[in-house]
């Protein structure tokens, strides 16, 4: 294994502070599926949170520890910050059930993100795996604020089951003003689903996209973005232009602690945003 210092250790180190996280408050908890909710945070100091689309915090739950979770709200309203978060473990447990009032701390944010303005001029696709829609709603805000400037806007979004669906007023929003198509699948239907059944690259493989001329962001399970990616590749989408968004174990966040390392990468500095050209020789390791 290659142990490299994070490129830019010697200044973490001597910044002071780096791993002290601030302080934020809950201002609300919303439940959006049965193991899913968004927490909406300020915090105490008053002094918003600016972020690009596709970075994460380190979040923590006093006395339950800190996980790393990307940041889901509007960059263009940084002053409420808002986490989505899957209740899978001990931290996210927490998290999940923090009531308004409780306070949380946050560092970062961190990493690099989506840079969907890359897009502009062309069409964008935004496939997502269950809880990886947190992390491209603020790209897709982002194309929302400026929709003019894009081509042909797609959101292919892939689910355990109906009730597993996030931020469906949302997705009404963005189809009905914004001209976003929006098409969901889910793993399997229930009674009255009428949409579609199966898995999210086959809707990729339906088209409906220029490859010549698109960006695809992609986030979800790691199985899945290695065939949605593949698929992409398969209609003529070039590598550089297919972005993933690799969450695999972090700990320190700021490139310190290699929990993250992917051969060369430091997902947590070099990603967790990064291109299909880098991430397919790669995509194959187990996390280390
Ligand atoms: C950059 C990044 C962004 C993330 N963004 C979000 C987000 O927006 N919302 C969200 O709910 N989660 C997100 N995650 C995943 C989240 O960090 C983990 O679910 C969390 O660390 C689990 O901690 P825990 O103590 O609750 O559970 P644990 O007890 O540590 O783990 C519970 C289960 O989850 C699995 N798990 C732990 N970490 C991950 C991971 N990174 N990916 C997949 N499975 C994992 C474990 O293998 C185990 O099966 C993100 C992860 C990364 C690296
Ligand atoms: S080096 Fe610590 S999480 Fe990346």
Same mark, same amino acid.
């Given at each position: 294994?290659?142990?490299?210092?994070?490129?830019?250790?010697?200044?973490?180190?001597?910044?002071?502070?780096?791993?002290? #996280? @601030?302080?934020?408050?809950?201002?609300?908890?919303? *439940?959006?599926? @049965?193991?899913?909710?968004?927490?909406?945070?300020?915090?105490?100091?008053?002094?918003?949170?600016?972020?690009?689309?596709?970075?994460?915090?380190?979040?923590?739950?006093?006395?339950?520890? $800190?996980?790393?979770?990307?940041?889901?709200?509007?960059?263009? &309203?940084?002053?409420?910050?808002? &986490?989505?978060?899957?209740?899978?473990?001990?931290?996210? @447990?927490?998290?999940?059930?923090?009531?308004?009032?409780?306070?949380?701390?946050? *560092?970062?944010?961190?990493? &690099?993100?989506?840079?969907?303005?890359?897009?502009?001029?062309?069409?964008?696709?935004?496939?997502?795996?269950?809880?990886?829609?947190?992390?491209?709603?603020?790209?897709?805000? $982002?194309?929302?604020?400026?929709?003019?400037?894009?081509?042909?806007?797609?959101?292919?979004?892939?689910?355990?089951?109906?009730?597993?669906?996030?931020?469906?007023?949302?997705?009404?929003?963005?189809?009905?003003?914004?001209?976003?198509?929006?098409?969901?699948?889910?793993?399997?239907?229930?009674?009255?689903?009428?949409? &579609?059944?199966?898995?999210?690259?086959? /809707?990729?493989?339906?088209?409906?996209?220029?490859?010549?001329?698109?960006?695809?962001?992609?986030?979800? #399970?790691?199985?899945?973005?290695?065939?949605?990616?593949?698929? /992409?590749?398969? *209609?003529?989408?070039?590598?550089?232009?297919? *972005?993933?968004?690799?969450?695999?174990?972090?700990?320190?966040?700021?490139?310190?602690?290699?929990?993250?390392?992917?051969?060369?990468?430091?997902?947590?500095?070099?990603?967790?945003?990064?291109?299909?050209?880098?991430?397919? #020789? /790669?995509?194959?390791?187990?996390?280390?």
């Amino acid at each position: 294994m290659t142990l490299r210092p994070g490129p830019s250790d010697a200044g973490l180190l001597e910044r002071e502070g780096v791993m002290v #996280p @601030r302080a934020f408050v809950v201002a609300e908890n919303r *439940r959006d599926t @049965r193991d899913t909710v968004t927490l909406e945070l300020v915090a105490v100091d008053g002094d918003p949170l600016e972020f690009a689309a596709g970075q994460f915090t380190m979040l923590s739950g006093f006395g339950a520890g $800190e996980v790393p979770i990307s940041i889901s709200g509007d960059p263009a &309203h940084p002053e409420v910050l808002q &986490h989505t978060i899957r209740n899978v473990g001990g931290v996210t @447990r927490t998290l999940a059930h923090a009531a308004p009032g409780t306070a949380l701390g946050i *560092r970062g944010p961190y990493g &690099h993100g989506w840079k969907v303005a890359d897009g502009r001029g062309g069409d964008v696709v935004f496939v997502a795996g269950g809880i990886g829609l947190a992390p491209l709603r603020p790209a897709i805000l $982002e194309v929302c604020a400026d929709r003019a400037s894009y081509g042909q806007v797609r959101l292919l979004y892939g689910s355990r089951t109906p009730e597993d669906i996030l931020f469906t007023s949302d997705l009404h929003v963005w189809a009905r003003e914004h001209d976003i198509v929006v098409e969901e699948i889910v793993d399997a239907g229930t009674l009255g689903w009428r949409g &579609h059944v199966g898995l999210v690259t086959q /809707l990729v493989a339906r088209g409906g996209f220029d490859p010549a001329r698109t960006l695809a962001l992609v986030c979800g #399970p790691e199985v899945m973005m290695r065939y949605a990616a593949q698929a /992409l590749h398969d *209609r003529g989408v070039s590598p550089p232009r297919i *972005r993933l968004s690799m969450e695999r174990n972090m700990k320190c966040g700021v490139g310190l602690c290699g929990h993250c390392q992917l051969r060369e990468l430091f997902l947590c500095i070099d990603g967790p945003v990064l291109g299909y050209d880098r991430l397919a #020789p /790669l995509m194959a390791r187990a996390e280390l």
